[in-house]
Each structure stands twice: as structure tokens, then as C-alpha cells.
T-cell receptor, first 114, second 112 residues
Framework: AQTVTQSQPEMSVQEAETVTLSCTYD???????LFWYKQPPSRQMILVIR??????QNATENRFSVNFQKAAKSFSLKISDSQLGDAAMYFC???????????FGTGTRLQVTL | SQTIHQWPATLVQPVGSPLSLECTVE??????LYWYRQAAGRGLQLLFY??????ISSEVPQNLSASRPQDRQFILSSKKLLLSDSGFYLC???????????FGNGTRLTVT
């Protein structure tokens, strides 16, 4: 079974600084997708960024980028120029197959301080 | 554009009462539909998913059931709620293969 591990329950970053959230996963599949979702206090799940396993190039969305290391099964999220609005729970997720059932990690709570 | 609606936003129900949570999607046809539950301080657990009308797959044996009476309608039900059914329930849809899941705003269920 696929598992997703987020080893950092909480992280803190100062406004305008950079922070990296870690995620590792376990799978025997060669083709899969990885995602980072953000859950603010409103509890709505918001897609931040996605990565296709067959792509070597790391995905980037504005201030958000990933470091995808397929051999190491690692998928970290880097947030640059952190803003107060980035404060939220961040979930790493994995999926495979046409019915893309997401397997989630337990989340990392990010605090952004002034 | 595609949108997802989930209601109610909050619900307080006594133990033993029935449950019905509804989710509808607009702007897409034949989406994959999902029900997730999030316990306090934890990640999301997949409960049910559906790839078409009347097609329901259960991931976790439990006190809940799901139905898909129409292409873009997904319902989560229970005949008799347990205290352990309390949690935050999220509906999600997927518009096409290998595309990201998009989530509704969720329902906070408290069973008393």
C-alpha cells in the first residue's frame, strides 16, 4: 500500500523568508502524481502544486516550487517570500490510476511570523 | 467553469439519528466523486469514491454509506450515527483522468 509521510508536524517561518516542507512516500508504481494541498483555517482544501512522476523538471507555481527526487521518493515544497496568508496546514498527497484516489500525509502546520 | 457545492456546512446530530450529506458538481460531466473524512488534527481518509452513476467503492468498513443517484450528485448517509462518526467531511471531484481533485468547503459533523 502507498504511504505518505510528513515528518514535520509544525514549522515556522518569518514573513518574506523561505521555508521548505518535507514529504516522503512509498510506492512500487512507476507512474504516479504528487500534490501539495493547503488547508487554511476555513478548512477548505486548496491545490497548491502538482508534479507528474514522469517529468524530471520540478514544478513551479509563483512562489511555490517543489524538489522532486524520484529515486529517493521525496517531494518537498519550498515557499519563497512567505506571506501571512501562507499560514495553514499543508498536506502532501499521492495518487495513481484513473480513479485518482489521493493518499494524504498527516500534514504540516505552517506558522508565519512578523 | 466547474464548481462544487457541499452542504450543510455544520451539523449537530444525536447518537442514533440518521445522516445525509449532499454534494453536487457543476460544469463537468461524468466526474469521479469522492468522500473524505478528516479527524481532528489528522490527515484525510478516503471513505468512498465513484466513477459513475450507481458505482460506489468503499475504502473503509464503517457505519456510513454513499450513493450517486445522478451524474453530478454524491450523497453520504448513515442510518444511525455513532459518536465516532464526528469529524470534518469533504466531498471532492475529479474532472478527468489524472487531473487534480477539487474539494468542497466541507461539513463539520458533531455527534452528541
Amino acid at each position: 500500500a502507498q504511504t505518505v509521510t510528513q515528518s514535520q508536524p509544525e514549522m515556522s517561518v518569518q514573513e518574506a523568508e523561505t521555508v521548505t516542507l518535507s514529504c516522503t512516500y512509498d510506492t512500487s508504481e512507476s507512474d504516479y502524481y504528487l500534490f501539495w494541498y493547503k488547508q487554511p483555517p476555513s478548512r477548505q482544501m486548496i491545490l497548491v502544486i502538482r508534479q507528474e512522476a514522469y517529468k524530471q523538471q520540478n514544478a513551479t507555481e509563483n512562489r511555490f516550487s517543489v524538489n522532486f527526487q524520484k529515486a529517493a521518493k521525496s517531494f518537498s515544497l519550498k515557499i519563497s517570500d512567505s506571506q501571512l496568508g501562507d499560514a495553514a496546514m499543508y498536506f502532501c498527497a499521492y495518487s495513481t490510476g484513473t480513479a485518482s484516489k489521493l493518499t494524504f500525509g498527516t500534514g504540516t502546520r505552517l506558522q508565519v511570523t512578523l | 467553469s466547474q464548481t462544487i457545492h457541499q452542504w450543510p456546512a455544520t451539523l449537530v446530530q444525536p447518537v442514533g439519528s440518521p445522516l445525509s450529506l449532499e454534494c453536487t458538481v457543476e460544469g463537468t460531466s461524468n466526474p469521479n466523486l469522492y468522500w473524505y473524512r478528516q479527524a481532528a488534527g489528522r490527515g484525510l481518509q478516503l471513505l468512498f469514491y465513484s466513477v459513475g452513476i450507481g458505482q460506489i467503492s468503499s475504502e473503509v468498513p464503517q457505519n456510513l454509506s454513499a450513493s450517486r443517484p445522478q451524474d453530478r450528485q454524491f450523497i453520504l448517509s448513515s442510518k444511525k450515527l455513532l459518536l465516532s462518526d464526528s469529524g470534518f467531511y469533504l466531498c471532492a471531484y475529479q474532472g478527468g483522468p489524472f487531473t487534480p481533485l477539487h474539494f468542497g468547503n466541507g461539513t463539520r459533523l458533531t455527534v452528541t
